[in-house]
């Protein structure tokens, strides 16, 4: 499909594209082996200005939006998406203070990251509270001229390799919702320590770890916005960050057609490349719409919130929810069509299903997406009955 | 410090033909690439800015449609790029290119280090280099693994070799040839391809760096390719049997009549 993109667009797409299959593809396996963090290749995309690509000029990026940046994790995706976590959740790190930062935030932070030099991460889930993030226990209690943070997020992709961490925590337990606020704490504040890195089923290059608030001491002016803004915050940031983990999950999906197409054609069976039997096709047919499908939503929603509307939390869940149950299928239909050589780990077929799973879960679980556009719905036609 | 890299754009060697008339490599139409040993001379020009400070110029000599690799080498973060191109330059052997480079580099004016690749992979010579210096008239030092330090006059290199290497000091002006060892290359940049694509490259003919007509092109080419075949291979096989002493005796035997041991 021709999305007639721009010269700019179709140039942020090669280069993604070209550091993914000349520096990524050949460690891949290696490093979803050995899981270790890919050091190397963030010092690639930092290089080729990939860390800039949403983040506005005054503040060293490039000045691009959401759909750029769902082009180039696209490509790096189709790739490896462990390596592509890793990249987009510095971006997520990122989000709350492009969105909700200080000028002197923004001066301080974002050229960071948007030159590679630091790489962010974005912490709310606890041990006891995932989709219920209302439930979070960490608190932030003001000190003097310091907030003062105590508690434990869990599962932080980029804990313990990110320098800038924003977090939320609870500033006033009485008022519920309202009370939570967004932090910036940064990797050396006193009291800020990394607890256990996990083992995970898949996309086990990027970090998954605990990070731990101990009497940790951050100056004032490190609160985003204001106190009891926290959860706007997050649910704002998710509502841009979204359509991301749906173009990982285009990408991933893409990858796995391309490994399936190309098996499919060479292996032989009764004497026929197995492409030949209906029953592939078909199951090839259904990948390739259904990724096509998921890409049209994806662009749609980045473009719509790249519109700047005033909610797009529907929009941008659809994308999410929708790309990543499609990435799932696709992937384990891929390794279906590799047979026993796609259960096998010298294939990436395998990888490729143990990582898609991770997209139904991680920004919010697939169930709660549809929590949300569930009440978006029921929002809307209130609004149009009066 | 002023940097000059030369670089020439090659056919992708999967889709390389050659002409069955005239004999010379068929690259119309072909998937081009920037000859990849230049790739290291180009990263090294790049290293040695962000070291010492100064600029990076890519210079090709080629028809026009090697404005692509010179773009391409401007993603990387390369300063600027200038095209030698005119019919005149067509059919060039080692001693017209290094000729025309010559001339090109002298109209960019003052240049501090010029890199090079160590050869090409269309056709290998690893000549134009050291042609190149000589028509200069400056030091050169091919098969570079390292430049060590330098400073405004002299410079440290190390030049590999088969058993070793060497360290060599040289003043500057010098022209290096660089291998595969010296460095990574990076990957290009947003930034740099957004302005590659929107540079204007100058393109110098013949007559713009005031060459001498004669020395160009196939004109100024000593060599004529008259034809390019497959070698016959003319191998012979032997299977030496008996004993481990027997067999020795008679290897040794072998090797006294063909005279490869005395
Ligand atoms: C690899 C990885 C990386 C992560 N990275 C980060 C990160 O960088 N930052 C961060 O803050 N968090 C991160 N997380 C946490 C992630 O966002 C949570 O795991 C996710 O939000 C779900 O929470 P939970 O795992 O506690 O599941 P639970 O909330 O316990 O859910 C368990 C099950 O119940 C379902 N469920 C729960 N509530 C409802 C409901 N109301 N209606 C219907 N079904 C429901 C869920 O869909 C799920 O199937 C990461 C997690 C993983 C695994
Ligand atoms: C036997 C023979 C067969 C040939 N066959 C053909 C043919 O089929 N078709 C054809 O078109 N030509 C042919 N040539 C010409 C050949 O391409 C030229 O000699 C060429 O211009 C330079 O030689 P090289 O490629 O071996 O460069 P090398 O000396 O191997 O290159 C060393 C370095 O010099 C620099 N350099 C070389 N060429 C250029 C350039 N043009 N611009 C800028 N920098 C440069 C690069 O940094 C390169 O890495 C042939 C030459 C010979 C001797």
């Not at chain 2, 100064?54 to 773009?71: D, F, N």
Request: net charge neutral; with cysteine.
């Amino acid at each position: 499909m021709d999305y007639f993109l721009t010269e700019e667009q179709i140039m942020i797409k090669d280069l993604a594209r070209q550091v993914a299959e000349e520096r990524i593809l050949p460690v891949r396996a290696k490093l979803d082996e050995e899981e270790t963090f890919p050091w190397e290749l963030m010092k690639d995309l930092a290089q080729a200005d990939l860390f800039g690509i949403c983040i506005p000029e005054e503040y060293g990026g490039l000045g691009g939006g959401c759909f750029e940046y769902c082009l180039a994790i696209e490509e790096l995706a189709r790739v490896c998406i462990g390596v592509t976590t890793t990249y987009a959740a510095s971006g997520l790190g990122a989000y709350p203070i492009l969105l909700f930062g200080s000028e002197e935030q923004k001066q301080k932070y974002l050229p960071e990251i948007a030159s590679g030099k630091r790489l962010g991460a974005f912490a709310i889930t606890e041990a006891n509270a995932g989709s219920d993030a209302g439930s979070i226990l960490t608190t932030a209690a003001p000190d003097g001229d310091h907030y003062v943070l105590n508690g434990t997020k869990q599962w932080i992709t980029n804990g313990g390799e990110a320098e800038i961490y924003t977090v939320i925590a609870i500033t006033d337990r009485k008022k519920g919702a309202r009370g939570a606020s967004a932090f910036i704490v940064e990797k050396g504040d006193p009291g800020f320590s990394f607890g256990k890195k996990e083992k995970k089923m898949g996309i086990r290059s990027s970090a998954t770890r605990e990070v731990i608030f101990d009497e940790c001491r951050i100056p004032k002016e490190r609160l985003i916005r204001r106190e009891g803004m926290g959860f706007v915050i997050a649910m704002k940031v998710f509502d841009i960050s979204r359509p991301g983990i749906g173009a990982l999950a285009v990408g991933l999906a893409q990858g796995a057609l391309d490994l399936a197409v190309t098996y499919a054609k060479e292996r032989v069976q009764f004497g026929k490349p197995i492409i030949s039997f209906q029953a592939i096709q078909h199951m090839l047919a259904d990948m390739a719409t259904n990724i096509e499908a998921a890409r049209a939503l994806v662009y749609a929603a980045a473009k719509f919130v790249d519109s700047k509307p005033k909610d797009a939390s529907k929009e941008s869940a659809m994308a999410k929810m929708f790309s990543s149950d499609m990435a799932m299928k696709v992937t384990t239909d891929a390794v279906q069509i590799l047979g026993g050589y796609g259960y096998m780990r010298d294939y990436p077929a395998e990888k490729m299903m143990r990582d898609a799973k991770i997209l139904q879960i991680y920004e919010g679980t697939n169930q709660i997406q549809r929590n949300i556009i569930g009440q978006a719905l029921n929002r809307e036609y209130k609004v149009r009955r009066k | 410090m002023n940097i000059v890299v030369c670089i020439k754009q090659v056919p992708y060697p999967k889709d390389v033909k050659l002409d069955p008339k005239t004999h010379t490599l068929i690259r119309e139409g072909v998937e081009s690439i920037i000859n990849p040993f230049d790739m290291y001379a180009i990263e090294e020009g790049l290293r040695l800015k962000e070291r010492y400070g100064g600029k990076v110029t890519v210079l090709t000599m080629g028809p026009p449609q090697a404005e692509e690799a010179l773009r391409e080498a401007l993603s990387y973060g390369v300063d600027d790029a200038i095209l030698l191109s005119d019919k005149a330059f067509a059919g060039a052997d080692t001693l017209a290119t290094s000729y025309t480079l010559a001339m090109g580099i002298r109209k960019i004016g003052d240049v501090d280090i010029i890199l090079c690749g160590k050869q090409t992979i269309d056709s290998d010579t690893a000549q134009v280099g050291p042609g190149l210096a000589i028509r200069l008239n400056i030091p050169y030092v091919t098969y570079v693994r390292k430049i060590v330090h330098l400073n405004s006059k002299k410079i440290r290199v190390e030049r590999i070799m088969d058993d070793g290497y060497e360290t060599i000091d040289l003043n500057l002006p010098a022209l290096f040839t660089v291998v595969k060892e010296i460095n990574e290359p990076r990957v290009p940049s947003l930034r740099h391809k957004l302005r590659a694509s929107k540079t204007r490259i100058p393109i110098y003919s013949a007559k713009d760096i005031g060459a001498d007509i004669k020395r160009l092109g196939l004109n100024g080419s000593a060599t004529r390719v008259i034809n390019v075949f497959k070698p016959q291979r003319k191998r012979k096989l032997e299977w030496i049997e008996g004993s481990v002493e027997e067999q020795v005796e008679k290897l040794l035997d072998r090797l006294r009549t063909h005279k490869i041991i005395g």
